[in-house]
């Protein structure tokens, strides 16, 4: 292949990924925007949400219901976890995220116990699996799905946040949540809220990296570092910092794949270093 | 108040040294295995219970230790020393590194960036086959020939264990150590007293992570094999269970905690394959309704 | 002028929009004793967090003992003698009234990298920690949790806190806040007895007390200086009465 061509390629398939991260990670940030708290269990709600995609693709053989089912079961569950676990701890912040430490686990071990340690891979519809050709070289049309998916869900967070009254009562939860319950807000509720969205979020990457990446025991823990550098360099709380995170990320990783495959995480941590060297905080976060 | 604790603690080290002989093979090992990863919930202990700084990355520098006598040993037919120098010694240089990148973030950000670092020396162990035989391995460790067989070798992990305990023991009771719970308790406070609280975390984390490769070469020499295992994220979440359980910022607790998950941990496997399942219910019970742990708690009520 | 222990110069900070502190210049000599008052939102304790190295300026200069610190971080000021209260109770809540005395003690000394001896074993330490625990009248609670004292007792340790290192120059931050009649009474009895070597700058809200301990006041109002004199002249002045009427 030539030159320019592997580089095209290359930052295509990095964009996809990190259209794929940005799925994941904006519910990360979006959670610890409300409620302070880092979810580890984030990952699981990834799987979790791939593995019930995967049944409903099996049975209902509808890629959308698949999207669909996977996002509200995980919402449900999270719901749950948020409702009747974390709130009990509500102000012990390192309680809540050991909390969530302990779901990640009880999560994989039931995945592993439902759906076995074989790797699957959810049936996409004909339409999206299709290639293209630009100049001579392939690009894969499912990438191209992955990458339209996370702009329109980017599109749809920047309108709730920014022009619905909900978005605004999300945001004025996540600037000072003590001052929003004391204007009449209903910050308990917020916050279950956006756990429910976050976690949808989540799931909805699993189900869509689910028919391009498989579906399969580990991916929570392996998919978990990509989610947290996205946050980090981008900075918790922030939707821009989120998707200029993923697709930095997505690009490196993508990368340094390619170019290094024995350093793997390396490429991660080395601009994670960097970035943080210069701002802690990340690019656009807040304290 | 120390004096009651360093009584206590000998008299458990010489009723371990005494029922030594007396125990039959498999609770031997366990109780070997219990005392090496004892070490490594010390060293978290430092670092969480004392400093306040809560990592989920800590298994890497425990693996680090591994890694470095499995290679070293196996490759190079290097002895027991210069091995267990080589462990910490590296053990503590990549603690060096990161705590360069980690110890500028507080609270979450500090959680996420020592999960990624673990993850990190995670990625190389599994990838970096050539050097580390990658998902394989790395087996056939030979033991030092004094401590080959099971007994000579639970001396010497009690030996070593009780070697870790004093040492981390002075240090937490140690101005330093003073230093440490005060910027636990809090950080601007510190700062406005006149010390240089970054400079401050940045040590204990490479003490930590010096203590932690300690634990890792014993380990390395205990099970004979290390892979990736070692050093992943799992690992680091039992660890800081441990300390969760024992009892942060108390270091006999982590030292029960460590004896609690490693038998747990047999005894569950001899029944079910699910042990993640049951370690993760017991960490949502302890978080709920134990928060101190076990030790914690008893002295909190000794306190009154 | 040479003897200044503090110096401000056109002091600014700035939050987005909101000017806390508005170009305040000031200088502190040896051995004053300073009120700072000012209405709620005048930027007294943000002024102090700017001299304090806790909050960076946007603009201006502050000199401590003569030395620019206008970038230095807390720890360095703390090093040339600069020692502060907070008016929020700042304490190390889950160790012994002791173990805050001893952390002040030992905080500009070698000792707090010492890691091969209990604390235990360096009298000096212990001597010093308990001197400065009765100089503020807390020597019978030396060995209680700090989260179990009294209000009174916890703005007493602050105090102690700041004294320890021997500094220079203590920054008190409404050091009678949320005391009853009576603590207040003995707080400013502790403070009139405070060395006359110390410079003290003092955030005080009650005018009673600040006006009895001070020799000089400054007069913050939204994060100007609007008066700075002596004890007479600011009692005197119009323009302190008048914003003060409604308080």
Same mark, same amino acid.
């Given at each position: 292949?030539?030159?320019?061509?592997? =580089?095209?390629?290359?930052?295509?398939?990095?964009?996809?990924?990190?259209?794929?991260?940005?799925?994941?990670?904006?519910?990360?940030?979006?959670?610890?925007?409300?409620?302070?708290?880092?979810?580890?269990?984030?990952?699981?709600?990834?799987?979790?949400?791939?593995?019930?995609?995967?049944?409903?693709?099996?049975?209902?053989?509808?890629?959308?219901?698949?999207?669909?089912?996977?996002?509200?079961?995980?919402?449900?569950?999270?719901?749950?976890?948020?409702?009747?676990?974390?709130?009990?701890?509500?102000?012990?912040?390192?309680?809540? $995220?050991?909390?969530?430490?302990?779901?990640?686990?009880?999560?994989?071990?039931?995945?592993?116990?439902? =759906?076995?340690?074989?790797?699957?891979?959810?049936?996409?519809?004909?339409?999206?699996?299709?290639?293209?050709?630009?100049?001579?070289?392939?690009?894969?049309?499912?990438?191209?799905?992955?990458?339209?998916?996370?702009?329109?869900?980017?599109?749809?967070? =920047? =309108?709730?946040?920014?022009?619905?009254?909900?978005?605004?009562? $999300?945001?004025?939860?996540?600037?000072?949540?003590?001052?929003?319950?004391?204007?009449?807000?209903?910050?308990?509720?917020?916050?279950?809220?956006?756990?429910?969205?976050?976690?949808?979020?989540?799931?909805?990457?699993?189900?869509?990296?689910?028919?391009?990446?498989?579906?399969?025991?580990?991916?929570?823990? &392996?998919?978990?570092?990509?989610?947290?550098?996205?946050?980090?360099?981008?900075?918790?709380?922030?939707?821009?910092?989120?998707? $200029?995170?993923?697709?930095? $990320?997505?690009?490196?990783?993508?990368?340094?794949?390619?170019?290094?495959? &024995?350093?793997?995480?390396?490429?991660?941590?080395?601009?994670?270093?960097?970035?943080?060297?210069?701002?802690?905080?990340?690019?656009?976060?807040?304290? | 108040?120390?004096?009651?604790?360093?009584?206590?603690?000998?008299?458990?080290?010489?009723?371990?040294?005494?029922?030594?002989?007396?125990?039959?093979?498999?609770?031997?090992?366990?109780?070997?295995?219990?005392?090496?990863?004892?070490?490594?919930?010390?060293?978290?202990?430092?670092?969480?219970?004392?400093?306040?700084?809560?990592?989920?990355?800590?298994?890497?520098?425990?693996?680090?230790?591994?890694?470095?006598?499995?290679?070293?040993?196996?490759?190079?037919?290097?002895?027991?020393?210069?091995?267990?120098?080589?462990?910490?010694?590296?053990?503590?240089?990549?603690?060096?590194?990161?705590?360069?990148?980690?110890?500028?973030?507080?609270?979450?950000?500090?959680?996420?960036?020592?999960?990624?670092?673990?993850?990190?020396?995670?990625?190389?162990?599994?990838?970096?086959?050539?050097?580390?035989?990658?998902?394989?391995?790395?087996?056939?460790?030979?033991?030092?020939?004094?401590?080959?067989?099971?007994?000579?070798?639970?001396?010497?992990?009690?030996?070593?264990?009780?070697?870790?305990?004093?040492?981390?023991?002075?240090?937490?009771?140690?101005?330093?150590?003073?230093?440490?719970?005060?910027?636990?308790?809090?950080?601007?406070?510190?700062?406005?007293?006149?010390?240089?609280?970054?400079?401050?975390?940045?040590?204990?984390?490479?003490?930590?992570?010096?203590?932690?490769?300690?634990?890792?070469?014993?380990?390395?020499?205990?099970?004979?094999?290390?892979?990736?295992?070692?050093?992943?994220?799992?690992?680091?979440?039992?660890?800081?269970?441990?300390?969760?359980?024992?009892?942060?910022?108390?270091?006999?607790?982590?030292?029960?905690?460590?004896?609690?998950?490693?038998?747990?941990?047999?005894?569950?496997?001899?029944?079910?394959?699910?042990?993640?399942?049951?370690?993760?219910?017991?960490?949502?019970?302890?978080?709920?309704?134990?928060?101190?742990?076990?030790?914690?708690?008893?002295?909190?009520?000794?306190?009154? | 002028?040479?003897?200044?222990?503090?110096?401000?110069?056109?002091?600014?900070?700035?939050?987005?929009?909101?000017?806390? *502190?508005?170009?305040? #210049?000031? #200088? *502190?000599?040896?051995?004053?004793?300073?009120?700072?008052?000012?209405?709620?939102?005048?930027?007294?304790?943000?002024?102090?967090?700017?001299?304090?190295?806790?909050?960076?300026?946007?603009?201006?200069?502050?000199?401590?003992?003569?030395?620019?610190?206008?970038?230095?971080?807390?720890?360095?000021?703390?090093?040339?003698?600069?020692?502060?209260?907070?008016?929020?109770?700042?304490?190390?809540?889950?160790?012994?009234?002791?173990?805050?005395?001893?952390?002040?003690?030992?905080?500009?000394?070698?000792?707090?990298?010492?890691?091969?001896?209990?604390?235990?074993?360096?009298?000096?330490?212990?001597?010093?920690?308990?001197? !400065?625990?009765?100089?503020?009248?807390?020597?019978?609670?030396?060995?209680?949790?700090?989260?179990?004292? #009294?209000?009174?007792?916890?703005?007493?340790?602050? !105090?102690?806190?700041?004294?320890?290192?021997?500094?220079?120059?203590?920054?008190?931050?409404?050091?009678?806040?949320?005391?009853?009649?009576?603590?207040?009474?003995?707080?400013?009895?502790?403070?009139?007895?405070?060395?006359?070597?110390?410079?003290?700058?003092?955030?005080?809200?009650?005018?009673?007390?600040?006006?009895?301990?001070?020799?000089? *006041?400054?007069?913050?109002?939204?994060?100007?200086? !609007?008066?700075?004199? #002596?004890?007479?002249?600011?009692?005197?002045?119009?323009?302190?009465?008048? !914003?003060?009427?409604?308080?």
């Amino acid at each position: 292949m030539s030159r320019p061509d592997f =580089w095209v390629i290359q930052t295509f398939n990095g964009l996809s990924y990190g259209a794929l991260l940005f799925l994941l990670a904006s519910g990360l940030s979006l959670i610890f925007g409300v409620m302070r708290i880092v979810n580890l269990a984030h990952g699981s709600y990834f799987m979790l949400g791939g593995y019930v995609g995967l049944t409903i693709a099996l049975r209902s053989r509808s890629f959308v219901a698949a999207l669909l089912g996977g996002a509200v079961a995980v919402a449900l569950i999270g719901m749950g976890m948020e409702r009747l676990f974390l709130r009990r701890l509500k102000g012990h912040t390192l309680g809540q $995220v050991l909390m969530t430490v302990g779901f990640a686990l009880i999560f994989q071990d039931l995945a592993l116990l439902v =759906w076995g340690g074989d790797p699957y891979s959810i049936p996409v519809p004909a339409a999206l699996a299709r290639s293209f050709t630009v100049s001579g070289m392939v690009f894969s049309g499912y990438r191209l799905f992955l990458i339209a998916l996370a702009a329109a869900v980017a599109a749809g967070l =920047w =309108w709730l946040l920014d022009r619905t009254r909900v978005g605004a009562l $999300v945001r004025a939860a996540v600037d000072d949540a003590e001052m929003a319950q004391g204007v009449g807000i209903n910050v308990p509720r917020a916050s279950l809220g956006v756990f429910a969205l976050g976690a949808a979020l989540a799931a909805l990457g699993g189900v869509a990296g689910g028919g391009f990446l498989g579906v399969y025991p580990g991916t929570d823990f &392996e998919v978990l570092p990509y989610a947290f550098v996205v946050v980090i360099v981008g900075g918790l709380g922030s939707l821009p910092g989120a998707i $200029v995170g993923s697709v930095l $990320v997505g690009l490196l990783d993508n990368f340094g794949k390619a170019l290094f495959p &024995e350093l793997s995480y390396f490429t991660l941590f080395a601009p994670m270093a960097l970035i943080l060297a210069v701002r802690p905080t990340g690019l656009f976060g807040r304290a | 108040m120390i004096r009651r604790r360093a009584l206590l603690a000998l008299g458990a080290v010489v009723l371990l040294a005494l029922a030594g002989p007396l125990l039959p093979p498999y609770p031997l090992t366990l109780v070997t295995q219990a005392l090496v990863v004892a070490i490594l919930a010390m060293s978290l202990d430092v670092l969480l219970g004392y400093t306040g700084l809560p990592s989920l990355g800590h298994a890497a520098y425990w693996g680090v230790g591994a890694y470095a006598v499995a290679l070293l040993a196996t490759e190079r037919g290097v002895g027991l020393a210069g091995c267990a120098v080589a462990g910490i010694l590296l053990a503590a240089a990549t603690a060096a590194v990161f705590g360069l990148v980690a110890i500028r973030a507080a609270g979450t950000y500090f959680l996420m960036i020592t999960l990624a670092l673990g993850m990190v020396v995670w990625g190389l162990a599994f990838r970096w086959v050539s050097l580390t035989k990658g998902d394989n391995g790395i087996s056939g460790v030979p033991r030092p020939e004094l401590f080959a067989s099971p007994l000579p070798f639970f001396y010497f992990a009690l030996a070593a264990a009780a070697l870790a305990w004093i040492a981390l023991g002075l240090l937490v009771a140690s101005p330093f150590g003073l230093t440490l719970r005060g910027i636990r308790e809090s950080e601007s406070r510190m700062r406005s007293l006149g010390y240089n609280v970054w400079l401050h975390k940045y040590l204990a984390f490479v003490i930590s992570g010096a203590a932690a490769g300690g634990g890792g070469v014993l380990w390395a020499y205990y099970n004979g094999f290390v892979s990736p295992t070692d050093v992943q994220l799992v690992t680091s979440v039992e660890a800081l269970l441990m300390v969760a359980l024992g009892g942060p910022g108390t270091l006999a607790g982590p030292v029960v905690g460590a004896g609690v998950i490693v038998f747990l941990k047999n005894f569950v496997s001899l029944y079910t394959k699910r042990w993640l399942l049951i370690l993760g219910a017991v960490y949502i019970g302890v978080i709920l309704f134990a928060p101190r742990g076990v030790v914690g708690a008893l002295r909190g009520r000794a306190r009154g | 002028m040479a003897d200044d222990v503090l110096r401000l110069e056109g002091v600014a900070k700035h939050f987005g929009g909101l000017r806390a *502190v508005d170009g305040v #210049s000031l #200088s *502190v000599r040896a051995g004053e004793r300073r009120a700072l008052i000012g209405p709620n939102g005048a930027g007294k304790t943000t002024l102090f967090n700017l001299v304090a190295g806790t909050l960076p300026v946007t603009e201006g200069t502050i000199r401590l003992f003569g030395a620019n610190v206008t970038g230095a971080p807390p720890h360095r000021r703390a090093a040339l003698g600069l020692a502060r209260t907070f008016q929020i109770t700042n304490l190390f809540l889950g160790l012994t009234v002791l173990e805050n005395c001893l952390l002040a003690v030992q905080a500009l000394t070698p000792t707090r990298f010492s890691m091969l001896r209990p604390v235990g074993g360096y009298p000096a330490l212990h001597d010093r920690a308990r001197a !400065i625990l009765a100089a503020v009248g807390l020597m019978g609670v030396d060995g209680a949790v700090v989260a179990n004292l #009294s209000h009174g007792e916890q703005r007493q340790l602050e !105090i102690a806190l700041a004294l320890a290192g021997k500094p220079r120059l203590v920054l008190l931050d409404e050091p009678t806040a949320g005391l009853s009649p009576a603590e207040s009474r003995l707080m400013a009895d502790l403070l009139a007895g405070l060395d006359p070597a110390i410079t003290v700058l003092m955030i005080e809200h009650d005018m009673d007390i600040a006006l009895a301990l001070a020799s000089r *006041v400054t007069v913050l109002h939204q994060g100007r200086v !609007i008066a700075d004199g #002596s004890r007479d002249e600011i009692r005197s002045d119009p323009q302190v009465r008048e !914003i003060y009427l409604g308080v």
